[in-house]
């Protein structure tokens, strides 16, 4: 009798032992990942993402085995949700993390193709990259048939190599891009400058434009972002990038931003766009005059206000209108942008203003 209850029991313990490890055991997969969203921290690494929530600032790791492929822009100011779990390092690690951005779309010529390097610089986004080289940061579009299996996250600061080509709009889309280690890889440029066909221009021995080759003309207007080596100019279709040679003919020698200006430019074996002359079209340069024989020799930094006529010269001693016009020599300083550090020979004319008889860099 006290076997077969003993058996009963047993029966009875075992049922609810098997009960309980039923209910613990989904209770324990369900507590074990959690989902969190909200913008992506300017502190974020390969390593660790720093979410800012509405409960504050979350720390999480991103392993090798994160699910990337839905967010690759792990950028500052970007939405993401992470789907989470708890590490044995008691930290919260990510599964899989999902962003809402998707790439633009563009029309591609793919028979000619360059490789670049470089970094991931401020202003990227998921339509478009800008990757920092040693010469200028040059505009990439990312496009929704680029690949980029071969990088595994895009942050601020990292390392791409590139394969590119010029699209009809005039701007470089990037075909592939792929996660560059520049201490073991062997640097490349321009792959293939291939031949363009379109109407040669007759280029005098003066000109920077290499002979034979085609020439474009665009107009549009002169962006804040704009050096005195690089032009950035915002067209009907969309912002483009030229490099400014010391053999360019600067029409235009003032790179103010809201300017509006005409850019004859070629396309380099260097994969980037060369402007040959620039003319600006929202102000001339002042008509000349007679001068006096009283040289003054002065320095300070282009002030916003300048135009192509006039340079707003800040000094110690206030700010300077100088008068720019067509024997001014530029060429110590071929272009002024604001804030540039230059030094100005001027003489009094006949019209009361100072004119730049030279401008040189500082």
Known sequence: MKSKISRVISMLLMIALIGVSVWIVPSAAEAAESSFSGTISDKTTGDVLYLITSGGTMEIKIDATTDLNSAKFLLPGYKVTCNCYTGNDEYWHASKITGTSVAGSASVDTSKQYTVNGTVAKGTNEETLFLKMSDGTMELKIDPTTDVTGVRMFLLGRSLQVVCSRGSDAVMHALSIKDYNAATAVSTSALNSGTVTAATTTTTSTSAVPAGTPTYNVSGTIEKSSTTSVLYLTTSGGTMQFKIDSGSNAGCRALIPGQKATATYY??????????????????????T??????????????ADTSESTIYLNTSGGTMQIRMDSATDFSGCPVIIKGKSIQVVCQRGADEYYHAVSIASK
């Not at 402007?275 to 002042?286: A, I, P, Q």
């Not at 007679?290 to 002030?303: E, I, M, P, Q």
């Open 267 to 288: 396309r380099g074996s260097d994969e980037w766009l060369h402007v040959c002359t620039l003319v600006n079209n929202t102000s001339k340069l002042s008509a000349t």
């Open 290 to 303: 007679t001068l006096d024989s009283n040289r003054l020799t002065v320095s300070g930094t282009v002030g």
